[in-house]
């Protein structure tokens, strides 16, 4: 049994080592869709069939628990596999299963609150003392979805969200690009995001797991001060408190590590060797 990590490529192993930091005993199996990737300019239907096809090969692996490293899985897929999937297949497989995603705990990240926490609307007439401004950086279907603005709102009136589509910016770290590249690309969304808002954000999520790899170059362009919300350790605190709710499922013991793609097995690019700290390769899924 393990904790499966799921995404269209290599971002969500940025979620995956912070997990593995936090929970170095347990087994981990990661499968990256790369023959799919990325997943931000397709269809609702298409990711929901993707996610679903990439769960049901981790399960068969043995994971117990899913973490979807994938804010556009996450926004798109999720729910709907958990409320008309999982039942079933829990029932199919015997055994306690789930899938979890990584906007939920991005947001608690970034209102400070509670999921279950809402509230209350100003009366007519009310002023709001103040409004921060939170930036998104994603990919197109997220930014679609306005799941950021819409869950943040419900929490923080004080709040303004605003996304910044990047379409493109996943697939040329996924082929690991060179940084004077990606460096013109993100310097372009920035600049892009405080033309449209009129001012830089006060703070900013980077709401693909891909981005995180390249998060020095978002820390550079944006002023300094600017806090960046982290995903991977969102993501991992969330979890550390789930699994102590819920002790019913099998994470395995033995500290394994399995790395699975449904593309061109073995070594990953050099950009992804160097966020890693060492060569990482691949087997095939």
Known sequence: MAIGVFDS???GLTVHRELTRRFPTRDFVYLADQANAPYGGRGGEEIVDLTRAGCERLFEAGASVIV???????????RRLQQTWVPSLTQRLGRPVNILGIIVPTIE???????SFEAERPQEGEKVAAIDITGVFCT??????RVYEIEIDKRREDLAVFSEACPGLAGLIELGAPEDELKLVVDGHVDALRRRIGR????????????EIVAPLFAAALPPGTGLIHQPTAVADALDRYFARHPEYDLGQDARRDFLTTGQAGPQSDLVAQFWGAPLTFAQA
């Open 9 to 11: 490529g290599v971002g």
């Open 140 to 145: 197109a279907a997220t930014a679609m979805s």
């Open 109 to 115: 990240a970034a209102t400070g609150l509670p999921w």
């Open 68 to 78: 979807l490293a994938c804010n556009t899985a996450s926004a798109i897929a999720l």
């Open 200 to 211: 830089y954000p006060d703070k900013a999520i980077l709401g693909c797991t891909h981005y």
